[in-house]
């Protein structure tokens, strides 16, 4: 539709009006003060006679369409004389009145708003004045009367005017009936303007006027398709009722789709047919009916075919309302989804209904389980937690008490064949005395005694590996009960001698020793608890849970109840002196999201941390009401994972997570929030840690890989970070002993375990001692001379001989001499230099090493860095000559000198490309030579043997087609080695020196263990079991089998027997020519790799830096 500036424009180019009339016009609608429109402006100038129809209809017509049929531009000179008329002031003389000549009116009433604001005299014409000239006669006539006709009817003007006069009635009835016909496009075009004003109704009511009147006008099409889509309109927009506008949108569609302008509908049918999918959509969402939203989802899906088919919502269209249809279809699936998680709890109510009816708990946590796999916010549904809640109090009815006497046994396990040393690097600050009182620790499987006042060494003994169960001193202080999953019983030891008091047989894996007045609770993992005596070990009640339990439980003092939380789902109360279930509480928690044992804070509120995710944990706070135990808030969210114990201190509880963050709760708050967060410190670190907490007067003690202080200042809210020592080290435990500080750690550096006792004051704690348990020995026990006793090891560089008193007590805690390293090395092989020289090299890829030498004076132990690239140095070096045959992965294998480290010989340097390394296995010596495999395909004898310019070279080399495992060995004139296959391995034999022969033998299987040359035999032990013997003649000679025993360390070979020890604890004693076991020993411990023929005695490497000591006969 044009403005009316357009409008005037429009008049001027076709020049229906004159200049000035046109300006006139400008002018006169510019001092106007309200709107007129180009419908009331054509009507004035039409009744005025200025249009004809004809002008009047299309002016009209190309206004309305907003378009110009013509392209010629107004005039420079016409626009000049526009805007002189527009400024110049109006003289009265230049507008006259043009009168209605022979014109007649469109409609019987012709007035406009128009016709009050330009009147009459706006428009005149200029033809119509009188000429200049006759105004201007210079004389007057004399007037003369006319003469006077006999009869008045005479006249010529009547009877000519009344011929007019009816020829003007006669016109003016045809210029009538011409006006009064219409072709019909006034009313398309009326109906136009109300659809484009958004006017549907009234639209649709022209629409239908004009197809009636008009049906083969050529705008029919288009009218039909315009009501369509304004009757659709009509039906969507506003409505609530979206299924009768789906109903109605496809009647309607239906009707439109042939139509030959059906195009025109396509733009708007783009954002309909997407308002009615969506309309159905969040009728859906928000209809909590299950039928009904089914139902509107199908609705929905009905819609979305219409918005899918390509005749209605074409891709050109379809890409700009792509992201709202992406949405309402994630809309649909989200209803579909909500549908089908209400029928799967409804399923899922009912099913765990059955179960709980039937007993069977365990189906019951399986099918909720299986729902919230695939719901997950489902957890916290009424409907879902009521029917697992009514589930759990039935299973208090399934808590069985019994009152079973059990006696225990007052006699100890028949000592074995060997007596274990336990190796032990002491540091104190005081004297050692006579040991009063003790304390005990638990690390790799062996439970220790120490001296509580200097730190010595008491007692060891071997509980087993599979559960380190913290051990309980009993009420007098005076024993200790652990745990033996090597037998499967507790022990009752002497906490000063470790003697035993007396065992109970268990037939369950134990979870948690618990106190409780004279007696303890066995806690055990399948959900049996036993009431034992502390001083008699006799059991004398039990209960049984209908669960697996597997964190530890704790007990409350007013009234005394034993909390008991389940491998999932449930928090069992048992009444302390009878053990009878008081309650079965449902708790929600899946298998394995609560590791920390609960505890209970001093105004009887019990805390639990469950581990809810990945990366956060909830607090759960529980408490009495009215007799019974029940949740007094909703669970706090905290962020990590919490793993260790937390720690109560008054009304508040403390807690550590993964991240390294503190938490500090208070209780006795409100009673709505009873337990809130009082203070925290912030996440720092970003490894997962295994957070130890200890408190002590006001500070807090955190050990994970760190050993932390932090002030509490509670009334500030905040937690001040202290102290920060022993960084890198793995804290295993940690506790406050009276006014000592006890912990336990791994160091980052050397191995073994360090335990610390430190004196606690304001500025922290002072040590007092500290104890090094459990450092591997470095190869075996070695002695200078026959009658002295073997010397040890361990990977820290400490040196130990072990004499007949340290084999009798079982204790060597006093080093004969040490490297004396600040931060020590992990010392891991030994190598032979002489009968009274070692050389001890660190782990890859460390080059420092430790050198011993009997002859020297003062230590006899020198620190040394090797000459090699510490980044590069691999395991294995041998002796060869008079040096040490060291490969690098750089490729150099080095020959240095053992007592000072330094190159002996410029190296070895094989050809490599550009970057590369070599993956060399272990050198094996072969007299003053040593050889060598590269990893890739060569084998090398090396041999430095100019002594004037000493360098390490290749004397001989061949090819090997596979590649070689880590260990070789020589046997007299031949070289052994394994080649590793795709499924199975072979036995290589090379000649020696010229390394020329190879010859190769199927084993069948994997070679697990060697191949080791002792005395005429080659060794392997298999994957199969079996420990299979080789004689020089490359044939098989005997075969023993080993069942699931692995061997550890080289054997040794000693008339005509060899002897092989086994990471079990066996030690088989095989008759060299014949492959019989002669003798079988089972020790009860592990053993690593390394033993020693000495004074008639096997000396025995164990595990957890122990010696075995066994008669060689």
Known sequence: MMNIPEFLDLLEMYEYLAENQIAALRRQLAQMDRDVTPEQIVNSLLQRGHLTKYQAKRVLAEAQSGKSQRTQSVSSGRRRAQEKWLSSTPVEEEIMDLGEGDLVPLDEDGSSAFDDVIGDDVLSDQDDLAPIGDAASGKRKKYVKKAQRKNRWDSPLLLFGGAGLVLLVLAGGLLFAWLSWDSGDSVFQLAETDYEGRKYAQAVSKYDKFLSSFPTHSQAPTARVRRGLANLRLAIEGTNNYEQALTRTTEILNELKDEPEFALARPELASLLPDVANGLAQAAIAEDATAKRRELVARAQEAMTLVDDSNYLPTSLRSGQQTRIDGIVADIHRVERGISRDEELAAAVTDIQTAAQSDDFEAVYRRRQTLLRVYPSLSDDPRLQDAVRNAVTALEARVIVSAENVPATRQDHPLGQARTVMIAARTSSVSPQPAKEAVTVVLDGAIYGLDRRAGSPLWRRFLGFSNQVEPLMTSDQSAVIAASSLRQELVKLNALTGELAWRFPLTEE????????????????????????????????????????????????????????????????????????????????????????????????????????????????????????????????????????????????????????????????????????????????????????????????????????YALQLSQQSIVPRVVEFDRDNFVSLRIDGDLLIHVRRPAQGGGVIVTAADLNESGAKQRWLTTLAAPLTGPAFAMAPQQPPLVMTSRGDLFEI????????????????????????????????????????????????????????????????????????????????????????????????????????????????????????????????????????????????????????????????????????????????????????????????????????????????????????IVQTSQGVLIAYGADQQEHWRVPTETSVLVGEPIYADDRIIVTCADGRVLQIDATSGEVAKTIQLDEPLTGGVALHDGKLWINGYGGVVHVLDWK
């Open 510 to 709: 134990v979870v948690q020793l618990l106190a409780l007045g004279d007696d303890f609770l066995v806690v055990t993992k399948q959900g049996k608890l036993l009431r034992l005596n502390q001083k008699s070990g006799d059991q004398t009640q039990s209960v049984q849970l209908p669960q697996q339990i597997a964190v530890a439980a704790v007990v409350s003092k007013m009234p005394q109840r034993v909390m008991v939380v389940g491998l999932h789902s449930t928090l069992y109360v048992l009444d302390a002196k009878s053990l009878t279930c008081e309650q079965a509480i449902f708790l929600g928690h899946e298998a394995g999201a609560i590791v920390s044992p609960p505890v209970m804070s001093e105004l009887g509120h019990l805390c639990l941390f469950e581990n809810a995710g990945s990366d956060f944990s909830l607090l759960h706070v529980l408490g009495n009401k009215e007799k019974s135990l029940e949740q007094l808030q909703p669970p706090t969210r905290l962020p990590g994972l919490v793993l260790a114990p937390a720690l109560t201190f008054q009304s508040r509880v403390a807690a550590a997570n993964d991240r390294g963050a503190l938490f500090v709760f208070e209780g006795g708050m409100t009673k709505e929030n009873p337990v809130r967060l009082l203070a925290q410190t912030k996440t720092e670190r970003g490894d997962r840690l295994y957070s130890l907490i200890a408190l002590e007067n006001g500070y807090l003690w955190v050990g994970d890989n760190r050993l932390s202080r």
């Open 803 to 1018: 004499t007949s008193t340290a084999v009798q007590s079982g204790v060597a805690d006093a080093p004969s001499d040490s490297a004396n390293y600040v931060s020590p090395p992990r010392l891991d092989r030994q190598v032979f230099v002489a009968d009274k020289r070692r050389l001890f090299l660190s782990a890859p890829p460390e080059n420092r090493a430790v050198y011993f030498d009997a002859a020297r004076s003062g230590s006899l132990l020198k620190q040394l860095t090797l000459e090699v690239p510490s980044d590069s140095i691999t395991s294995g070096a041998v002796l060869a000559g008079v040096g040490v045959v060291a490969p690098s992965s750089q490729g150099q294998v080095f020959y240095l000198d053992p007592a000072t480290g330094a190159a002996a010989a410029l190296p070895f340097q094989p050809r490599l490309a550009l970057g590369e390394n070599l993956d060399w296995n272990e050198p094996v010596a072969d007299g003053q030579a040593a050889i060598v495999f590269d990893g890739r395909q060569t084998l090398y004898r090396l041999q430095a043997d100019d002594p004037t310019t000493p360098q390490l070279a290749s004397v001989a080399e061949c090819v090997i087609d596979g590649k070689l495992g880590p260990i070789m060995a020589v046997m007299g004139p031949t070289l052994l080695a394994k080649q590793i296959g795709d499924t199975t391995d072979q036995l290589v034999f090379v000649s020696l020196p010229d390394l020329q022969s190879v010859q190769k033998v199927p084993i069948e299987a994997r070679i697990i263990a060697g191949p080791f040359a002792v005395g005429d035999r080659a």
